[in-house]
């Protein structure tokens, strides 16, 4: 029964006992947004100016990065800000409407906000405690 690889394969010599043969495998890895100043230096060898184009773009996304996060807690800023606001003019709204014989409105009314903010708090910590 013959070999059914042996004729798409090529022979393959077969070395004598005597020589030693030996396999190298070499694996380069990095973690980040730069490679390592070797790798930039084998790119510079291809394309000159290539190190520099690669070092602008990570200047830039950090720019980008930075601005996004201070818009980002700017909007919250604000929107605690606006919670604050809604939260005590509803509250003052309930005192008033209380002082003035309105007992089950401003009850509810100022019961209902305090509930909500409350509520509002707890979900906001389990939600960041997830995260």
Request: charged residues 20%; hydrophobic residues 40%.
């Amino acid at each position: 029964m013959s070999d059914p690889l042996a004729d798409i394969t090529p022979a393959i010599p077969q070395q004598e006992e005597s020589e030693s043969s030996r396999l190298l495998i070499q694996r380069a890895q990095y973690i980040g947004p730069i490679p390592p100043p070797q790798m930039l230096a084998e790119y510079g060898k291809i394309v000159p100016d290539f190190p520099e184009r690669i070092v602008s773009r990570f200047e830039e996304e950090g720019h980008h990065r930075a601005a996004m996060e201070r818009e980002a807690m700017s909007l919250q800023s604000r929107g605690q800000w606006m919670a604050m606001l809604m939260g005590l003019t509803a509250i003052i709204g309930s005192v008033i409407l209380t002082l003035n014989g309105h007992d089950w409105v401003g009850g509810v009314m100022g019961g209902g906000t305090v509930v909500g903010l409350v509520t509002v708090f707890i979900s906001g910590r389990a939600t960041r405690s997830e995260l």
